[in-house]
């Protein structure tokens, strides 16, 4: 709804100019979703940081090809595209699990522990939401209406609604969408930039991650559906990969010789040098 100009008449009716009706109750509103939308933007911007940092950089270099099934590892990591770094990092701060030398815990609780007292508390109020947010998932666009996404998970069934400002882009109903759900305030977005899997493409997904649940169940029987996508999500980007290949297209950006972008990636190189 375009808002009216502050002589004309208030959009609720009551007869009065907005600039003395509902022109103040708008602008508070607009500063809190303000603040939000910036606690949110630092966040990810700050975590990235944290995990460029250099006590992670051999977690870095075993989780790398972990994730991108062998496609990247340390020696071409500044070859990934940006949404290729930015979808690997959201894994790498949320969902990897270190190994002992970092004592166990996923980069976002060291973040948590480490660096909660510095924030505002707008920023605490969404890392503290953010510490809890469920693993990278494959969401089935149920509907849509402009930038209000209904989803579907893959496998749970789990039905949520998400934000994302631009839309549903070339999504169709039925499609799977690869994302992680955080959220932002009263609502849900995309953790980072979401991968796509047409519909052409799901293929035998839901086979593989039955396989995958009845492998886990041995060893944790009674595991929830986040703790196992948590442990086994990369399949997901491996199926992803593969169906690229069988569909004669590039699996990374790294192997497009038409790629648009320029093949530097600051953070991975960084990692690099602290491997040497």
Known sequence: MSK?????????GSGKKYKQCHLKIDQAAEREARSWKEAARFLRRDLLKFARDDRFAEDFATALPQYWNDFYEL????????????????????????????????????YHAEKRDDLSVRQQEVLDAWLTAG???????????????????????????????????????????????VKVHERHEFGTTAAYLPAAEI?????KIGAARAADAEQYPDTSHDDFMRRHNVLLIHHALKEAENQGRPPVARLNPNRPDKKTQTAARQMKRLRR
């Open 4 to 12: 009216p100009g502050r002589n004309a008449p208030c959009y609720c």
């Open 75 to 110: 020696d071409n990591a500044e070859e990934m595209s940006q949404d290729e770094a930015l979808r690997f990092f959201d894994w790498f701060v949320f969902d990897y699990q270190p190994d002992s030398s970092t004592d166990g815990r996923r980069l976002i609780e060291r």
């Open 135 to 181: 693993p990278a998932d494959a969401w089935e666009l149920a509907g849509y209406e402009g930038q209000t996404l209904r989803l579907k998970n893959f496998t749970s069934g789990q039905e949520m609604t998400a934000f994302e400002p631009s839309g549903r882009g070339v999504v169709e109903i039925g499609e799977l969408i690869l994302t992680r759900l």
């Open 203 to 207: 293929t035998d997904l839901a086979d």
